[in-house]
C-alpha cells in the first residue's frame, strides 16, 4: 500500500515561515491535500490539489508538490496555527484514503 | 453551510457492536460520497470507509471483515457499524463529506467527532 511520511514536528517563531513536507515515491504525480488539526478540534481542510486553499483559508497557507515531496508553507506564522498538520492522498491502486503520520507544528 | 453531526453511544463494551449516526444539514445526501475516519487518542487519523446514496461502498482493506457504512437518504443521514469492538477499537470517530474530484478525492467538511470507548 502507499505510504506517505511527515516529520513528528516542526517548530517555528512568530512571524517566521514553517515548511511542512509530506514524502511519498513520485508523490508529485498525486494530487495532494492538507489537514490543520488544532487541539481538541475535528480536521479543517487548509489546501486541497497540491496547493488550492478553501474559502476562508488565510494566503499565508500555501502547498506545492513536486517530485518524492510535497510541502506545506505557512507564511508569517501565528500563534494560531499551532496544531497537527496531516497530508493525505488518494491511492488509485489501494481504492484508499491515505493518511500522513502528521506533523506537530509549535509556535515558540 | 454544511455541517454534519455525529450521534451514537459513546462506550461500547469489548466484543459488540458500535453504531453511529452522521447527521446532514446544508447538503442533500444524494449528491456526495460520505466518509467516516477515526483518531485513536494522541495519534494519527485512519481513513474507514466511505458511501454513495446508490449504496456503493469502500472500505478500509484492514476493516473491511468488521465494517458496514450505510445511507438513509429520506433522513440526510449515514451510518457506521463497526462489530467485534476491541480496546484498539477506541478513537475519536469523525464523519465527513467526500469530494470526488479530478484524479483525486478529499475530505471538505468534517463533523465535531464522537468519542468512543470501549470497555466493560
Known amino acids: 500500500s502507499y505510504v506517505v511520511t511527515q516529520a513528528p514536528s516542526v517548530s517555528v517563531a512568530p512571524g517566521q515561515t514553517a515548511k511542512i513536507t509530506c514524502g511519498g515515491d513520485?508523490?508529485?504525480?498525486?494530487?495532494v491535500h492538507w489537514y490543520q488539526q488544532k487541539p481538541g478540534q475535528a480536521p479543517v481542510l487548509v489546501i486541497y490539489?497540491?496547493?488550492d486553499r478553501p474559502a476562508g483559508i488565510p494566503e499565508r497557507f500555501s502547498g506545492s508538490n513536486s517530485g518524492d515531496t510535497a510541502t506545506l508553507t505557512i507564511s508569517r506564522v501565528e500563534a494560531g496555527d499551532e496544531g497537527d498538520y496531516y497530508c493525505?492522498?488518494?491511492?488509485?491502486?489501494?481504492?484508499?484514503?491515505?493518511f500522513g503520520t502528521g506533523t506537530r507544528v509549535t509556535v515558540l | 453551510q454544511v455541517q454534519l453531526q455525529e450521534s451514537g453511544p459513546g462506550l461500547v463494551k469489548p466484543s459488540e457492536t458500535l453504531s453511529l449516526t452522521c447527521t446532514v444539514s446544508g447538503a442533500s445526501i444524494s449528491n456526495y460520497y460520505w466518509s467516516w475516519v477515526r483518531q485513536p487518542p494522541g495519534k494519527g487519523l485512519e481513513w474507514i470507509g466511505f458511501v454513495y446514496h446508490s449504496g456503493i461502498t469502500n472500505y478500509n482493506a484492514s476493516l473491511q471483515s468488521r465494517v458496514t457504512i450505510s445511507v438513509d437518504t429520506s433522513k440526510n443521514h449515514f451510518s457506521l457499524r463497526l462489530t467485534s469492538m476491541t480496546a484498539a477499537d477506541a478513537a475519536i470517530y469523525y464523519c465527513?463529506?467526500?469530494?470526488?474530484?479530478?484524479?483525486?478525492?478529499?475530505?471538505?467538511?468534517w463533523g465535531q467527532g464522537a468519542l468512543v470507548t470501549v470497555s466493560s
Open positions: 490539489y497540491d496547493s
Open positions: 465527513a463529506r467526500v469530494w470526488k474530484g479530478r484524479a483525486s478525492y478529499f475530505l471538505d467538511y
Open positions: 513520485n508523490i508529485g504525480s498525486d494530487n
Open positions: 493525505q492522498v488518494w491511492d488509485f491502486n489501494g481504492d484508499t484514503f491515505v
